[in-house]
């Protein structure tokens, strides 16, 4: 058994991270018999500081410490550092190279120096935050750029063990000089499938959400992975051939491209061809992913996206949708073209245009993807398949010198 604590930069209610990553991987290690808790730096949501719950055998806790800025950061990450020691954990997960847990973790690594055992730690990278990444995207301060930079690349160099959510960060980290027995890909996943919706469950689902019975396409999104631009040039193309077509946009963008996009469909005449939901609780998901007959990733060919792992993809083909992508990263790792999914060349978007037209006219097709989608995810990408390759890395580095000796080594 081993004894696992997450660290994580953000709350379980405000992004993804840990919500969709960590948590049901933890979930899954607790099935397998190991003993994990999550402790979360929640300066993203203060009032949950001190909250302890416990979600499925996973102990979860939120920090939030109060100060002045530059006292919380500090306070954050001796407060994760600190929580990893008091559960006198084997392995310390840090979620992402960066930030507060970055930082724990790289205090504990340096800790190696010190007589005495310590915990070894395992980085995880799902994005790449860096030069040319995340912290560049998000139009961070030129300082706050350099320090992301310096703080990914030293993690990843010299930590004990490293997850990695795409095959490309694999890449860079090897580049980066990480050594390749400590590189464990692990890719998202989800606990459980749906399976392909039935007719009577669409038809259900369109009542409920009063869609009526045009043909429906879905674009599930925060709108940072492509220009809003190409979603009304696509949508142009298709409704020209097919009128009748709605496009159900789910999701709100990081800096408010939502309301980009509703301008931009506005000019070019298109406002009564889409259907804005926008932000939907995880609760409330399924029900429109089953309302709609197919669903469109945008996914532009940036380091960005080449280095991330889209849970969303994963969420709509879990969820029994045929999926039109661009074949860009891992969409090529989740959408088998023509078994799961059809891939499109990135920045062809007469090909695209093209794609959705041939589904949105075949429903042979759609179910044939449909359960190509499902048997993919359930055969690859489950949290508790994927839960062994956190084992591996774990147990990489159960006998290294100077560590606890695990329990599950």
Known sequence: MFRVVMLGNFSLFNKGTMRARALPLARALVRRGHEVGLVLASLDAPSAGGVVREEAGVRVQHVAPVGPTGWRQLAATAALARAAGQAEADVVHAFKPIAYAGAAGALLTAAARLPGPRPRVVFDADDWEGTGGWADLDRRPAWQRWLIDRQERWN?????????????????????????????????????????????????????????????VLLYTRFAEYPVAQVVRLLRQVVAVRPDVRLLVVGRGLRGEEKELARSLAAASLQDSVLPAGWIEPESLPVYLTAADIAIYPFADTLVNRTKCPAKLVELLAAGLPVVAERVGQTGEYVVHGESGWLVPPGDESAFAEAVLTLLSDPAERQVLAQGAVARVAGSFLWDHLAGRAEAAYGAIASSKGGRRLAGA
């Open 156 to 216: 990843l160099r010299h930590c004990d063990g490293l997850t990695v959510a795409s095959r490309q960060l694999a890449a860079l980290a090897l580049a980066l000089g990480a050594k390749q027995e400590k590189v464990h890909y692990l890719p998202n996943g989800v606990e459980a499938v749906s399976g392909p919706p039935t007719v009577l469950a669409r038809a259900a689902a369109r009542d409920r959400l009063g869609l009526g019975s045009s043909p429906i």
